[in-house]
């Protein structure tokens, strides 16, 4: 199975900080990396597939890079309605593994 | 708009099955490929299994493989999955999902996410 290891576990932050989030896979992964986002108590959701692309509606705040077997997820200016717990997920191959997740709270 | 409606919080004896249910609406099941993850109390997302369309086969984690059966119906275009032999680590949100994508594959739709507790 492919392990993906995120980076930090938890991060405190305050509104209109840049943060960066890391995912790293044990093996080669190409592009296929996909983030989520998830706050208490609701589903994950979609916010980046393919290492790199913004669903429709997600704000251009967020970005994604990465290829091969590390990635990260920026948010540019953070908004009060980021912080929340976000994912990684990889897509190569199944089972298709989740990073343990990354808390990212208020300052 | 497709939407995932999945059943209500079960609370379940070790030993014992359960089975939880995803309607889908806004497009037929036949249309989808729905998968199923679950969640732990305070834990990640964990991957369990799901319809292959490119093989045309459910496949499972190996993890859950001989515990675990996804069944689809697909005049009531709802899926299911049932778990049997839980234990205590089984308790978990348990969410139904739709992956799409043909060269990269990604979840973009979630149910809301069934709680499942198992205690004595």
């Known amino acids: 199975d492919i392990q993906m290891t995120q980076s930090p576990s938890s991060l405190s932050a305050s509104v209109g900080d840049r943060v960066t989030i890391t995912c790293r896979a044990s093996?080669?992964?190409?592009?296929?990396l996909n983030w989520y986002q998830q706050r208490p108590g609701k589903a994950p959701k979609l916010l980046i597939y393919?290492?790199?692309n913004l669903l429709d509606g997600v704000p251009s705040r967020f970005s994604g890079s990465g290829s091969g077997t590390d990635f990260a997820l920026t948010i540019s200016s953070l908004q009060p309605e980021d912080f929340a717990t976000y994912s990684c997920q990889q897509s190569f191959s199944s089972p298709y593994t989740f990073g343990q997740g990354t808390k990212l709270d208020i300052k | 708009q497709v939407q995932l409606v999945q059943s209500g919080a079960e609370v379940k004896k070790p030993g014992a099955s359960v089975k939880v249910s995803c309607k889908v609406s806004g497009k037929r099941l036949n249309e989808l490929s729905i998968q199923w993850v679950r969640q732990a109390p305070g834990k990640g997302l964990e991957w369990m299994g799901g319809?292959?369309?490119?093989?045309?086969?459910?496949i499972y984690a190996q993890k859950f493989q001989g515990r675990v059966i996804m069944t689809e119906d697909t005049s009531t275009d709802t899926a299911y999955m049932e778990l049997n032999s839980l234990r205590s680590e089984d308790t978990a949100i348990y969410y139904c999902v739709k992956i799409s994508g043909f060269s990269y594959s990604y979840f973009d739709y979630w149910g809301q996410g069934t709680l499942v507790t198992v205690s004595s």
């Open positions: 319809y292959d369309p490119e093989d045309d086969e459910t």
């Open positions: 393919a290492a790199s």
């Open positions: 093996q080669s992964i190409r592009s296929h």
